[in-house]
């Protein structure tokens, strides 16, 4: 089946270092992908939409330039968190939409902690 | 906009009890439905899905029904096990199948045995 890894699983950094978390399809390709943001006992927020080849489309009271998304081949996005802070803490989860198809496969998600 | 609310937890119940977790949504647009399974320390997993009204998916043990009448995609199982303890989460797309989903706040199943 459709699979989804997300590396790393876990990070720890400190407030002020930028820190990049990966989401790969392994075998499918995805045109396009989500970011997501959990927050303890809380859904999942949608941050952006990650297009491959194209600018990502962020959902409203999302910084652009605080979650930079990079989405340069069809089995890999990247979410970087530039300049982080302790308030951008947070489990961040991605999906990847198969070319054509009409279900997401979830990552397992990559838990941010800055200190 | 689009929005989907599901009942709050914990949800607390014995083994082999029935289970109800009660899901609406807006009406907007002819989206297509889902339920999420989360388990502890890891990602979502797809449990299932209805793609249009009266439709019911399946999987598992677990259902839900399409309803269009009353915008509610209730999941149900009628004998739950300790393993299905996880938090469960409703969800609907735009309609349109090129957007993200719009999740529930998600509901903490316990099962005790």
Redesign the interface.
């Known amino acids: 089946g459709a699979v989804v890894s997300?590396h790393p699983s876990w990070v720890i950094c400190k407030s002020g270092t930028s820190v990049k978390i990966e989401c790969r399809s392994l075998d499918f390709q995805a045109t396009?992908m989500?970011w997501?943001r959990q927050f303890p006992?809380?859904?999942?927020m949608?941050m952006a939409?990650s297009n491959e080849g194209s600018k990502a489309t962020y959902e409203q009271g999302v910084e652009k330039d605080k979650f930079l998304i990079n989405h340069a081949s069809l089995t890999l996005s990247t979410l970087t968190v530039t300049s982080a802070h302790p308030e951008d803490s947070s489990f961040y989860?991605c999906?990847a939409r198969m070319s054509g198809a009409?279900?997401?496969?979830?990552?397992?998600?990559s838990r941010l902690t800055v200190l | 906009g689009n929005s989907v609310t599901q009942m709050e937890g914990p949800v607390t119940l014995s083994e082999e009890a029935f289970l109800t977790i009660n899901c609406t949504y807006t009406a907007t647009g002819y989206p297509s439905l889902f339920w999420y399974v989360q388990y502890p320390g890891e990602g979502l997993q797809l449990l299932l899905k209805a793609t249009k009204a009266d439709d019911k998916g399946s999987n598992k043990g677990f259902e839900a029904t399409y309803r269009k009448e009353t915008t509610s995609f209730h999941l149900e199982k009628g004998s739950v096990q300790v393993s299905d303890s996880a938090v469960y989460f409703c969800a609907r797309d735009s309609g349109g199948g090129a957007d993200g989903l719009t999740f529930g706040k998600g509901t903490h199943l316990i099962i005790q045995p």
């Open positions: 997300q396009t989500f997501y006992k809380q859904s999942l949608l939409t989860i999906s009409n279900v997401l496969t979830f990552g397992a998600g």
